[in-house]
Every structure is written in C-alpha cells, then in structure tokens.
C-alpha cells in the first residue's frame, strides 16, 4: 500500500510564498523520482517540476525561477517551495512518485 497525502496549500496574495508537503508512506523511497504536478479549473493537469533520486530538477517553464523542488528523503517527503505567486499558479497541486502513484490533491489560489 502506498500513500501520498499533500499539505500547505491555501489562500495567498500574488506575489506571496506558499511551501507545498507531500509525505510518502511507503516502504522504499529514496530511489524512486518524485514531481508536482497541477491542475487549474477547466485545464488539464500539467508537470510543475520533478526531482530524481540524484537530486537533478526539472521544472516547467511557467515557473522556471519562482518555484523550487526538493526531497527529504529520511521523511519521505518531498516540498515544492512557491515564491512569487501569481493568479495562474492557482490549481489543485498533486504530488507524484515513481510516474504511478498520486496524492490527493491541495488546493492552491493566487488572488487578492
């Protein structure tokens, strides 16, 4: 059995910071690759940013410089750091492992 449950989302002004939790329970974590994902109203669920197990990010071009990914894996969690927000970072953020498993989703909007 695996679970991946996300935290930290809410309501924040444009230009605001949020910092996005996903904590894995599961057996094995370090090897597997980790990403973000989202999805806004209306839109299809689109890559935010990845991680590997080596540490090498990956990130949209959307939020290239404003968001940062990154892994813990003695907690078995991985965090996307949101810096500079803007209205269109609002969506429902999901979290994945290994390109199979998904969390259940936190919500996230951007609006004054």
């Known amino acids: 059995q695996v679970q991946l449950v996300e935290s930290g989302g809410g309501l924040v002004q444009p230009g605001g910071s949020l910092r996005l939790s996903c904590a894995a329970s599961?057996?094995?974590?370090?090897?597997?690759?980790t990403g973000w994902y989202r999805q806004a109203p209306g839109k299809q669920r689109e890559l935010v940013a990845t991680?590997?197990?080596?540490?090498?990010?990956n990130y949209a071009d959307s939020v290239k410089g404003r968001f940062t990914i990154s892994r813990d894996n003695a907690k078995k969690t991985v965090y996307l750091q949101m810096n500079s927000l803007k209205p269109e970072d609002t969506a429902v953020y999901f979290c994945?492992?290994?390109?199979?498993?998904w969390g259940q989703g936190t919500q996230v909007i951007v609006s004054s």
């Open positions: 994945n492992l290994a390109s199979h498993w």
């Open positions: 599961v057996s094995i974590f370090s090897i597997y690759a």
């Open positions: 991680i590997t197990s080596g540490g090498n990010t």
